[in-house]
């Protein structure tokens, strides 16, 4: 299995799982620090490596009169300053290419992850690949896990091994999605760390019309699922007020219920890499 370093931990799905969580989108300064002390003493409290995960634009919202986040100048301020309070790693969306050249200049991000509709833009991946950062690449609703290793190779061409895929369910029928969790394992094939989304799963693409839906009452299971198989994270969105969230609500965990379910998934994983 490929390991991969950050701050000072590794990656790898053979190591115990790491926690990639935090709010679908930047809402402020202070929610996004707050959010990030709440999550940085849960997992402190489990002894679990965690990533803070927010995106500062949502750039494939359903609806031209969505909320889409702050500028990345903005962002930068806000990761910087939840690096410096928390020393937490930081994950972030990037859309195009001009993102990625900011962030290759940026101390504040360490992993730029591809949304699930880019995941196949070749000149994204090799410009995120070009950073020497890590890249996570969501893997689209549209493919089977067979296709990723075209992803691989596309961003192994810049020369970074530093790559990540992560599972979010597969399209099945009109606003919904559903997981094949043999996927996991066909992707592990190729060695590479494999996140599981747990909340990206739970999603109702389109499924209010001008907004996504979700059912994030399957959060817990579905993620206890993906760490009885082994993985080498799981990805939980997570708020203090989902239903007010501007983004993604109905499919993230309210961050009350985040600890009692990281608790468990220790104990899941701990049987699955025994």
């Known amino acids: 299995m490929i390991n991969i370093k950050l701050a000072n931990f590794e990656i790898s799905n053979n190591n115990q799982f790491i926690l990639i969580a935090g709010p679908c989108v930047i809402e402020s300064e202070k929610h996004s620090l707050m959010m990030a002390e709440k999550i ?140 094949d969790f043999k996927a996991l394992d066909i992707m592990k094939k190729h060695l590479y760390p494999v996140i599981f989304d747990a909340t990206h799963s739970v999603q109702e693409p389109g499924g209010l019309g001008e907004k996504s839906g979700g059912n994030k009452e399957f959060v817990a299971s579905l993620s206890i699922a993906a760490a009885s198989i082994g993985v080498a994270g799981i990805f939980i969105e997570t708020h203090d007020n989902p239903e007010n969230a501007p983004s993604d609500g109905p499919n993230m965990l309210n961050i009350d219920n985040l600890e009692n379910l990281i608790s468990r998934l220790i104990d899941f994983d701990a049987i699955s890499k025994k």
């Open 40 to 179: 940085v003493k849960i997992c402190q409290k489990q002894n679990i490596n965690f990533v803070f995960k927010s995106s500062f634009d949502k750039a494939n919202r359903s609806s031209i009169n969505s909320s889409r986040g702050i500028s990345i100048y903005e962002a930068e301020i806000i990761f910087n300053k939840i690096k410096s309070t928390f020393g937490c790693p930081i994950v972030t969306d990037v859309h195009n290419e001009q993102q990625c050249e900011f962030f290759s200049k940026s101390e504040s991000v360490d992993i730029l992850q591809i949304p699930a509709f880019l995941c196949r833009q070749t000149d994204l991946l090799i410009s995120a690949g070009k950073t020497n950062k890590i890249v996570n690449v969501k893997k689209g609703q549209f493919l089977s896990p067979y296709e990723i290793v075209n992803i691989y190779k596309k961003i192994e061409s810049t020369g970074n091994t530093k790559i990540m895929i992560t599972e979010r369910g597969t399209s099945f029928g009109y606003n919904n999605l559903v997981n």
